[in-house]
């Protein structure tokens, strides 16, 4: 059984995903959530763990000295809950390398990476800017996190149509969608990573 820590900062619908796959879905058995964390007092995805039973815990940035204090509350945190993996669901605060170095950390950006991904490109802005693009399709990607803006190896992504009239909020709906179905995809791919990795160990 794997244990994962979810970062949020906002609803938590992803989180809901993730929480729904360990419970009855294609995670169910594999993982369970062991602490979300958020850095917004006013998350509703906070609500939506202490709901299940999850611990939930709200880290203010502003108690911090610096960013590289606050991600260390956040390395403690996670290293208390013994988390294997870190998901990050919508988490809109720049994670440190002493956090990003220490753990295995994956990522859903509401775009097909590497467009309309980096600094500055989240919610909807990513809808915004693809929109102006004129891009005929957009997506989901879960990704892993490196010290840089949506940066790292893709894991899992999947297409949907832009379509004519659409406006961000239409393009979001229809991208949230995909994301609530990659993103236990993605968990379930990178466990099986693991585990394979664990068999080659044991088996030396
Ligand atoms: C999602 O669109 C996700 O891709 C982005 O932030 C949003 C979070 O939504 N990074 P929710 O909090 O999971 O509902």
Redesign the pocket.
């Known amino acids: 059984m794997i244990d994962i820590g979810v970062l ?9 995903a993730i929480m729904d796959a360990c419970k009855s879905g294609i995670l169910k058995g594999k993982a369970m959530i062991s602490v979300v964390i958020s850095n917004r007092q006013d998350a509703f ?1 906070l609500e939506r763990a202490r709901k299940s039973g999850i611990p939930a815990v709200f880290i203010n940035k502003k108690d911090f000295e610096n960013s590289a204090a606050f991600c260390e509350e956040i390395k403690k945190t996670l290293t208390k809950n013994k988390v294997d993996l870190v998901c ?5 605060s720049k994670l440190e390398p002493n956090v990003v170095q220490n753990f295995k950390i994956i ?4 775009a097909l990476l590497p467009k309309h991904g980096g600094q500055g490109m ?2 909807h802005y990513v809808h915004e800017a693809v929109i102006k693009a004129e891009e005929k399709e957009s997506g ?1 990607t879960v990704h892993w996190v490196d010290e840089h803006y949506d940066n790292g190896k893709i894991i899992v992504q999947e297409k949907v149509p832009v379509l004519p009239g659409d406006t961000q909020f239409t393009l ?1 709906a229809r ?2 969608e995909v ?1 609530h179905k990659i993103f236990p995809e993605a968990i379930l791919k990178v466990i099986n990573g693991l585990n394979a990795k664990c068999s080659i160990n044991n088996a030396n």
């Open positions: 949020i900062s906002g609803g938590g619908s992803n989180l809901q995805g990050l669901a919508g988490f809109l990522n859903i950006h509401p989240y919610g989901a979001a991208v949230l994301e």
